[in-house]
């Protein structure tokens, strides 16, 4: 992990996006933050989607998307994490 700055992490960490239907997607963690994350992953995700995702050894961030690119996909931490 490379410190970037006070406020964010360059990381690159494998994670499971669980989809409220309990379907489950295989991401990439590239950048996590105080209150977001961006990660990489095959399939799509939509603004407004909410997401459970899950890094192991580390826990559960439940999160909402806030917009997706071609290779990239923002989403802002909830403030409750059910797990």
Same mark, same amino acid.
């Given at each position: 992990?490379?410190?970037?700055?006070?406020?964010?992490?360059?990381?690159?960490?494998?994670?499971t996006a669980f989809r409220e239907d309990g379907s489950a997607e295989l991401v990439r963690v590239l950048?996590?933050?105080? *209150?977001?994350?961006?990660?990489?992953?095959? $399939?799509? %995700?939509?603004?407004?989607? !909410?997401?459970?995702?899950?890094?192991?050894?580390?826990?559960?961030?439940?999160?909402?998307?806030? *917009?997706?690119?071609?290779?990239?996909?923002? $989403?802002? %931490?909830?403030?409750?994490? !059910?797990?």
């Open positions: 992990m490379v410190l970037q700055s006070a406020w964010a992490s360059a990381v690159e960490i494998g994670a950048e996590l933050t105080f *209150d977001e994350l961006t990660f990489s992953s095959k $399939a799509q %995700f939509v603004g407004g989607e !909410r997401l459970r995702v899950h890094i192991a050894g580390q826990g559960w961030i439940q999160v909402e998307v806030l *917009d997706t690119s071609s290779d990239r996909t923002r $989403a802002a %931490f909830a403030s409750v994490c !059910r797990v």
